[in-house]
Antibody, heavy 120, light 107 residues
């Protein structure tokens, strides 16, 4: 069974960089694309971007200038960096696996999420 | 970006009821439509992919239909554990986008 676990600081100061790691177990990270999604408290879901096994990335244009997603296959980890954060970036951040093309690329496995608060 | 609009925003129903909620895309997404269930404090859970395919382990009382721009999620014989918020999401093109959610509450 594939499991995902997000980790990283729960508090980030304004203008700093948010850095999170998603550790994948129970399956190879190399065979799929991996996505980050966030959810501000009490609000809906926003797709941040994904990275595929080829190293190719796609980002949400609303965040593109500030986001970097990378993968470390030796550690089975996917990372997210978001620069120049503001209070508007306060959210629960989830990582998720992107299912294959034959299933229409759904987000089929999710981590439990980690709350990141931007505040001084 | 493709906009996803869900209706209603909230829905009250009783255990045993049959409920239907809808999701509309701002342009055709063929059947690249997924449904998720989210309970408070938990991650979303995939229920339906490609508009009508049931994810492994999901009870058969959940079903999805539609293609193009209009989609529905139906839950027959509501169970207590089904009261949650439901989101649709298109995976037709990036940026992937979600609907705003339908909150299913106990009447």
């Amino acid at each position: 069974q594939v499991q995902l676990q997000e980790s990283g600081p729960g508090l980030v100061e304004p203008s700093e960089t948010l850095s999170l790691t998603c550790t994948v177990s129970g399956g190879s990270i190399s065979s799929y694309c991996w996505s980050w999604i966030r959810q501000p408290p009490g609000k809906g879901l926003e797709w941040i971007g994904y990275i595929c096994n080829s190293g190719s990335t796609k980002y949400n244009p609303s965040l593109k200038s500030r986001v970097t997603i990378s993968v470390d296959t030796s550690k089975n980890q996917v990372s997210l960096k978001l620069t120049s954060v503001t209070a508007a970036d306060t959210a629960v951040y989830y990582c998720a696996r992107v299912g294959g093309g034959n299933s229409g690329y759904p987000l089929d496995y999710w981590g439990q999420g980690t709350l990141v608060t931007v505040s001084s | 970006d493709i906009q996803m609009t869900q209706s209603p925003s909230s829905l009250s129903a009783s255990v045993g009821d049959r409920v239907t909620m809808t999701c509309r895309a701002s342009q055709s997404i063929t059947t690249y439509l997924n449904w998720y269930q989210q309970k408070p404090g938990k991650a979303p859970r995939l229920l339906i992919y490609t508009a009508s395919s049931l994810q492994s382990g999901v009870p058969s009382r959940f079903s999805g239909s539609g293609s193009g721009t209009d989609f529905t999620l139906t839950i027959t014989s509501l169970q207590p554990e089904d009261f949650a918020t439901y989101y649709c999401q298109q995976s037709y093109s990036t940026p992937y986008t979600f609907g705003q959610g339908t909150k299913l509450e106990i009447k």
